[in-house]
């Protein structure tokens, strides 16, 4: 069993994002329990992974412990983080119930700054979850931002958010993207270590984005120019942003409405596609007879809300 942390910029699309990839659980505020005994490093709205040892009301966390056979659960120096809310760490509850540990094990060593074994206590409305730290967000989205990247246009996706979409689709393998643009998506692909392919109907988006993924070293990166309206070659997993009115050589619905008719075609599997909120996406998509299997509002700003589809 793993225990998920997320994130609460959104806890819809952090709980879609987990699932895709590990599979349905239980949420219970920003926690999420899922049966699984695998880890990721391609979460983007996931704060940390924990292995789910127990959980129990917030004043019998002594008593909880004491249960645990602690002697298998640390391999080598341990640690204790005992976190009141998602960022905020107890020092003093830490020193209490990390000492408690400490007395149970046979030949206790602690390391503060590189423990072998990281326990952590998440307390909630008055529950609190025990587990061991198998992995914590270290990703520098921000470092990442598309102002950094030689290639740069007005709009574009922010990293954080391209690497979710891409998550949102469950590949392991390889992502398509029909409107790359300067490779917003593709870069996250690439460096989660998928295979990215994009192409785009403009070629001077196609320089562009190829110029973005050498400075980000993704070599096995595949873009080329090719008019959306007329792929004719099936993709199993795609997650592309279309352009929407003067970006767009087509504008607006004619736009999303042909293109939602090309996917239906040349889709294999999964498609994860990003819709303004002021369009009547739903109606598109039922003309073109693909299924919507989930839908995530994304607020961007107070005049600007964005909706992601999950489509089959």
């Given at each position: 069993m ?9 806890i ?47 004043n ?6 004491k ?5 298998k659960?640390v ?13 905020e ?9 990390g ?11 602690v390391?503060l ?10 307390e909630?409305?008055?529950?609190a979850?025990?587990g061991?730290?198998?992995w ?13 990247r030689?290639?740069?246009?007005p ?5 954080k ?17 029909p409107f ?9 692909a ?9 192409s785009d ?20 990166s ?13 993709y ?6 279309p352009p ?12 999303y ?18 819709f ?11 003309k ?16 600007l ?8």
């Amino acid at each position: 069993m793993r225990l998920f942390l997320l994130s609460r910029e959104n806890i819809r699309l952090a709980r879609a994002e987990a699932e895709a990839i590990f599979g349905k659980g239980k949420l219970k505020d920003n926690v999420l329990l899922i049966n699984t005994i695998k880890n990721s490093e391609r979460l983007a709205y996931t704060r940390m992974i924990l292995e789910y040892i127990s959980e129990c009301s917030e004043n019998k966390i002594g008593q909880e412990i004491k249960k645990i056979d602690w002697n298998k659960k640390v391999r080598g120096s341990f640690a204790l983080e005992y976190r009141k809310t998602d960022s905020e760490a107890s020092h003093s509850l830490n020193a209490k119930y990390g000492g408690m540990i400490y007395d149970i094990l046979r030949h206790p060593k602690v390391d503060l700054e590189a423990p072998k074994t990281k326990i952590v206590i998440i307390e909630k409305n008055n529950t609190a979850y025990i587990g061991i730290l198998k992995w914590k967000n270290s990703e520098e989205f921000y470092a990442r931002r598309p102002n950094t990247r030689p290639e740069q246009m007005p709009i574009t996706v922010l990293p954080k958010f391209a690497r979710a979409c891409v998550n949102l689709a469950g590949s392991e393998k390889e992502v398509y993207d029909p409107f790359c643009g300067v490779g917003g998506f593709l870069i996250e692909a690439g460096l989660m270590k998928l295979k990215p392919i994009g192409s785009d109907v403009d070629e001077n988006m196609v320089k562009m984005c190829k110029n973005n993924l050498a400075y980000y070293k993704i070599r096995n990166s595949r873009v080329f120019r090719q008019d959306a309206l007329k792929i004719n070659k099936k993709y199993d997993y795609i997650v592309t942003d279309p352009p929407y009115g003067k970006a767009s050589r087509i504008v607006g619905n004619d736009l999303y409405g042909r293109f939602l008719i090309k996917l239906k075609k040349i889709l294999g599997k999964k498609a994860v596609i990003i819709f303004p909120s002021f369009l009547n996406a739903e109606r598109l998509i039922e003309k073109s007879k693909l299924k919507i299997v989930g839908k995530y509002p994304v607020y961007v700003h107070k005049s600007l809300t964005r909706n992601v589809f999950v489509l089959e």
